[in-house]
Nanobody, 120 residues
Framework: QVQLVESGGGLVQAGGSLRLSCAAS????????MGWYRQAPGKQRELVAT???????NYADSVKGRFIISRDNAKRTMYLQMNSLKPEDTAVYYC??????????????WGQGTQVTVSS
């Protein structure tokens, strides 16, 4: 079983910054792609950014140039540096990871979410 634990959320004023972390623990052979998603009240969950095991990144248009996704494979941790935050970035942010076991079976895991609130 694999656990993903997010941290770093909170309340910040518009224009401010926050850094989210997602730490993976448990039994796994390899962590493949990882990503951040968010869900605002009354809206569907949406992709924020993804990063491959090799470091290739992909961003939603709404966060390009403001957010930076990164990961430390040795620490099994992913980060999301969020700059120039806007009120519309307010949401619960979820960590996602695709994990392989020794048989190369893949499994999808989600964290419990961390609240980010940006005040105007």
């Amino acid at each position: 079983q694999v656990q993903l634990v997010e941290s770093g959320g909170g309340l910040v004023q518009a224009g401010g910054s926050l850094r989210l972390s997602c730490a993976a623990s448990g039994s796994m052979f390899k962590i493949n792609d990882m990503g951040w998603y968010r869900q605002a009240p009354g809206k569907q969950r949406e992709l924020v950014a993804t990063i491959s095991s090799g470091g290739s990144t992909n961003y939603a248009d709404s966060v390009k140039g403001r957010f930076i996704i990164s990961r430390d494979n040795a620490k099994r941790t992913m980060y999301l540096q969020m700059n120039s935050l806007k009120p519309e970035d307010t949401a619960v942010y979820y960590c996602n990871a695709e994990v392989s076991d020794v048989l190369r079976m893949t499994y999808d895991y989600w964290g419990q979410g961390t609240q980010v609130t940006v005040s105007s």
